[in-house]
């Protein structure tokens, strides 16, 4: 069976900047509180109008990744694309990127609903295509317009001050079989992928829905209603996301044979520096082997781990050859890792 490897990574992330104390005007909340509980200092929103869009800044970001591979779209065989936060209600953006990339190279475009797990699970997917000879290129893309979602009030402070907006991109191509040098080595080791449904509503959006439609929204035309906007039960979040995580590094870890000391860069979904912290602690990890760039971003749901990955190796802190461990817990609950031989 064959093995894939990341070819190449890009991102892109919106100009406009969004200070804790820019929130602050519009609900109540301040810099010390949002950096105290979160880590975040600013993140990016897109300017409505202006032309960043969910699948155009998926495309910007993969533009880079493509050049990045040194391949063209024109070559690739399939597109993933995750996000919550699709342009249309359907169809995804999958289609849309399908599109700006090479209209008439009519490849399969899947679109991926596993929110902040939503990567790790697309990179999964782009694995399992490769290893099966399916296919031998694939671009897969996380990107999020958070912005245009939120409660931008005090009664949504608690959720609004965490989500950012961006895309990032890698394509996922046949790791080569001979292991003479380092790159020879390079493979995605393995993914393991877990939900828990009993959890949907402590992480969600819950309208428009099969139970509250357009017409119903229309009719009612309330604009008490919360529920378009997202709900998070912050607490209860935080203390499943550090169980989760740690027990899927754990994962990855021991089915590869693989001791925590021996990772080269972990890049955590960038949920909440707390949390990213207490798993570092966890782990017994270095600060050098732990990529977090919350601060400037915030949660960037779909888009945050390539982002962070892709920014790591423009810091050159991955090397051919290195341990990478990428993980990811979120809204579902659902959570995932990857062990990459980078
Ligand atoms: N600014 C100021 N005060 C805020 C606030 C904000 N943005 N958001 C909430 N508060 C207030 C609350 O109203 C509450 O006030 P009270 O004590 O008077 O009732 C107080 O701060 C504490 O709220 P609480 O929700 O208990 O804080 P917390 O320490 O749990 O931190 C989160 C809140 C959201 C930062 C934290 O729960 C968290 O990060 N959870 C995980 C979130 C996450 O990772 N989500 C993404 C998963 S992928």
Redesign the pocket.
């Known amino acids: 069976m064959k093995s894939s490897m990341i070819l190449g990574v890009g991102h892109f992330v919106p100009d406009h900047v969004v200070t804790n104390n820019d929130l602050s005007q519009f609900?109540?909340?301040?810099h010390e509180?949002?950096v105290e509980?979160?880590g975040i200092e600013e993140r990016r929103h897109v300017v409505p109008g202006h032309g960043d869009t969910t699948a155009t800044m998926g495309y910007r970001a993969s533009l880079i990744a493509l050049n990045n591979a040194g391949i063209t779209a024109e070559e690739l065989d399939f597109i993933i694309f995750a996000t919550l936060s699709p342009d249309y209600y359907f169809p995804g953006p999958g289609v849309q990127l399908q599109e700006m990339l090479a209209p008439d190279h009519t490849i399969g475009a899947l679109d991926i609903r596993n929110q902040?797990s939503g990567f790790v699970y697309a990179l999964s997917v782009a694995d399992q295509f490769i290893r099966t000879g399916m296919y031998r290129r694939i671009l897969v893309v996380g990107s999020e317009v958070h912005s245009a979602g939120l409660d931008m009030t005090t009664r949504g402070?608690?959720v609004s001050?965490?989500f950012g907006d961006g895309a990032g991109a890698v394509v996922v191509g046949v790791a080569p079989q001979h292991t003479d040098n380092e790159l020879g080595k390079s493979k995605i080791l393995s993914t393991h992928l877990h939900s828990e449904g009993r959890h949907a509503r402590e992480?969600a959006v819950i309208s428009p829905s099969t139970q509250h439609w357009v017409s119903h929204i229309m009719n009612e035309n309330n604009p008490n209603d919360e529920s378009y906007y997202p709900y998070?039960n912050?607490?209860f979040?935080?203390k499943h996301?550090i169980n989760r995580f740690s027990e899927v590094i754990n994962e990855a870890l021991m089915a590869n044979g693989v001791q925590s000391s021996e990772l080269k860069l972990m890049i955590p979904?960038q949920?909440?520096l707390?949390?990213s912290q207490y798993i570092q602690q966890k782990m017994g990890l270095r600060d050098d082997q732990v990529f977090n760039n919350i601060m400037r971003y915030g949660?960037t749901t779909a888009a945050s781990i390539p982002i962070a990955l892709s920014e790591a190796v423009s810091e050159g802190r991955l090397q051919r050859g290195d341990l990478l461990m990428l993980a990811a817990?979120?809204?579902g609950f659902t959570w995932a890792s990857a062990l990459i031989r980078w």
Do not use: E, K, Q
Request: aromatic letters at 10%.
């Open positions: 609900m109540d909340t301040s509180w949002i509980r979160t902040c402070r608690n001050v965490i992480l998070m912050g607490n979040v935080f996301a979904h949920a909440n707390r949390i949660n817990f979120g809204s």
